[in-house]
């Protein structure tokens, strides 16, 4: 008998005594302050996060931010943010967004508990736009914090169920958790941000879209 078939043999006869799944229905952590909490969990991973109004102050404090100020190849779709001078709807080869140097999108919901911010391609002609732009701010409502990724995969659902589209249509072709700016730790373990992406993510969370 080869020493495989030992290890094998060893294994199946080894039983593992059986051990009921937990349960989805328990109490998730849940915060009094989750905004401050967000930006807690952004700031651990590099990022930012800025309470607005509404857009027009999400606009103005945009224009403070030190890479907006260096940016010479913005790309905006959300319309009034930004002073966008790259077209994405006019872009057909998603290739020719590598020299974007920052990018304003909009968020979908966020999660208090880790700093992600969930981002779908509704709306993006391009979704590699979040990923090649130098610098990446994302927009979210703030009634659309949640506190943990059970409350917000719960909510991904239900917005897929309340459409009134057909079920094949009801979830975008596309849809990720953001958190932070790119960054690897491969390297000597050293911490390198922007290894492979954005080097920067500001998240605005806003009052109204108004």
Known sequence: MTAQNEILDAIRRHHLQAVDLPTLDGGWITYDDPHKQF??????????????????????QIEKLP???????ICSVIPGVGRSNVDLNAIDDPHDLDNVDLAVVPGQLAVAENGAVWVTDAGLKHRAILFVSRQLVLVVPAG???????EAYERIADAAQSSFLPVSERRPGFGVFISGPSKTGDIEQIMVIGAHGPRSLTVFLVDSLK
């Open 39 to 60: 930006a807690k969990a952004l700031e651990a991973v590099k990022g930012r996060c800025f309470r607005a109004n509404d857009l027009a102050d999400v606009n103005g």
């Open 67 to 73: 890479e907006y100020a260096d940016s010479q190849q």
């Open 144 to 150: 659309e914090l949640v506190n943990n990724m059970h």
